[in-house]
């Protein structure tokens, strides 16, 4: 089975070049999978319709959301299709399988008021004023683009030189798309770049390195990790009063996209913004909106004037 996820996860990169992250997600399902057949004297070539459908069973009784048995079902259906065409299996056992399906769930979101403070949180939140500086770049980066948390820490810093009004992002499947910056995120990215070169600059005369990152660590991928950012936005939430168990940096995603269609913007062009290769995604952001859209009934429909019956 180790042969059988290897040889699809190297498939994934080569040929549909599937981002990392994306193939870390794949195997860990598959060596879940993997584990449980073991257990059953089963592996990828032997295990039927039935025992798929076994296994989704005891994912479901180990209480995993819908989503996450939705996405396993879903990694199974891949390998599985790769096994066929490969001529490992003369069937495809997940074709006649129903998933879970995911639970519509509306995207946890932030007030203007309380992203403000939260920006407030990381100006004044830091060890020293290299951490401050870096602190605010990510924040106002973040909510002046929407960009996914990968995307954000994985910046290079060819990306940030010249005072950019907009910025190249590499997306998911290596796609790329160009945001725009707002001037406090433009500042906050000027008066970073200015002390992480000086840092570059004190570190090459030691005869450092030098990084190719907007955000460098010492991390095994040299640029800050995602989960060194998650735990950030815990601690500026603390620091701005707000509950760290509702936002995650993907609120601030939420945030970007649902200010933007409350002041009018176009859904496809949140659509753009976002990366979102199919505008149904975007369109959930519609419904954390509907006090809004009622309210533009109610002032402009005729028959809902005062009066009217």
């Not at 994306?22 to 295990?47: C, E, I, K, S």
């Not at 459908?53 to 009784?61: G, K, P, R, S, V």
């Not at 975007?282 to 509907?290: A, D, N």
Request: overall charge positive; aromatic content about 6%.
């Amino acid at each position: 089975m180790e042969r059988w996820i290897s040889a699809f996860l190297e498939a994934q990169a080569a040929e549909l070049g599937a981002a990392r992250n994306t193939r870390l997600a794949y195997g860990r399902d598959l060596q879940d999978f993997a584990a449980w057949a073991v257990h059953r004297g089963l592996d990828f070539a032997t295990a039927s319709r039935s025992d798929i459908e076994d296994y989704l069973i005891h994912c479901d009784a180990q209480g995993l959301s819908r989503a996450t048995r939705a996405r396993r079902l879903s990694a199974l259906r891949q390998l599985y299709r790769f096994a066929y065409d490969e001529e490992w299996r003369t069937d495809n056992p997940t074709l006649q399988i129903k998933g879970p399906g995911k639970a519509k769930s509306l995207p946890k979101t932030l007030t203007v008021e309380e992203v403000e403070r939260l920006l407030q949180a990381a100006r004044t939140s830091g060890r020293n004023r290299a951490d401050r500086l870096r602190n605010t770049c990510l924040m106002e980066l973040l909510y002046a683009t929407g960009m996914r948390v990968s995307e954000l820490v994985s910046l290079p810093v060819s990306a940030a030189r010249g005072d950019p009004r907009m910025l190249l992002v590499r997306g998911k499947g290596g796609k790329e798309r160009m945001v725009p910056l707002s001037p406090p995120a433009r500042t906050a990215l000027t008066e970073w770049l200015a002390e992480r070169d000086a840092a570059e600059d004190l570190g090459r005369s030691k005869g450092l390195p030098t990084s190719k990152f907007l955000f460098p660590s010492r991390s095994a991928e040299g640029f800050l990790t995602r989960h060194r950012f998650y735990m950030l936005i815990k601690e500026l939430c603390v620091q701005a009063g707000i509950s760290p168990s509702q936002v995650t940096p993907h609120t601030l995603r939420h945030a970007f996209a649902t200010h933007l269609l409350a002041n009018g913007a176009d859904l496809r062009v949140i659509q753009t913004l976002l990366g979102h290769a199919d505008l149904s995604t975007t369109e959930i952001y519609t419904h954390v909106l509907e006090d809004r859209l009622r309210d533009l009934v109610l002032q402009h429909h005729p028959l809902a004037q005062d009066g009217a019956t």
